[in-house]
Nanobody, 124 residues
C-alpha cells in the first residue's frame, strides 16, 4: 500500500510560481510512474503531466507544456511539480497519482494510488 500526500499549494498571483510536492509513504515510490492531475470547480479531472519511474521520461498536456516541469527525487520518495507563469485557469485542486507498473497514466484508468489533493488558486 502506498500513501501519497501532496503539499505546496496556495494562493499566487498570475505570472507567479509554485512547487508542489508529492511524498509517498508505505513503500518506495521509485518503482512507480507518477502523474499529476487537476480538477477545477465544476469540471472533470484532467491530466497535467507525468514522469516515468526512473525519471528519464516526462510528458505534459498541451495546456501546461513549457510552463510546468515534473521531477523526482527517489531518495526522498518525492515527485515535484514546478509551476511557472501561472494563469487563473490553472486554479484547481492538484492530485498526484501513482502507477505500480511504472507508466505515465494520462487517464484515471489504471491508477493505483491517489493523493488527497492540494488547492492551487491563481488570482488575476
Amino acid at each position: 500500500q502506498v500513501q501519497l500526500v501532496e503539499s505546496g499549494g496556495g494562493l499566487v498571483q498570475a505570472g507567479g510560481s509554485l512547487r508542489l510536492s508529492c511524498t509517498a509513504s508505505g513503500r518506495t515510490l521509485s518503482s512507480y510512474g507518477v502523474a499529476w492531475f487537476r480538477q477545477a470547480r465544476e469540471k472533470e479531472r484532467e491530466f497535467v503531466g507525468g514522469i516515468s519511474r526512473n525519471g528519464d521520461y516526462t510528458y505534459y498536456s498541451d495546456s501546461v507544456k513549457g510552463r510546468f516541469t515534473i521531477s523526482r527525487d527517489n531518495a526522498k520518495n518525492t515527485v515535484y511539480l514546478q509551476m511557472n507563469s501561472l494563469k487563473p485557469e490553472d486554479t484547481a485542486v492538484y492530485y498526484c497519482a501513482a502507477d505500480r507498473l511504472g507508466h505515465i497514466r494520462v487517464s484515471e484508468t489504471g491508477i493505483d494510488y491517489w493523493g488527497q489533493g492540494t488547492q492551487v488558486t491563481v488570482s488575476s
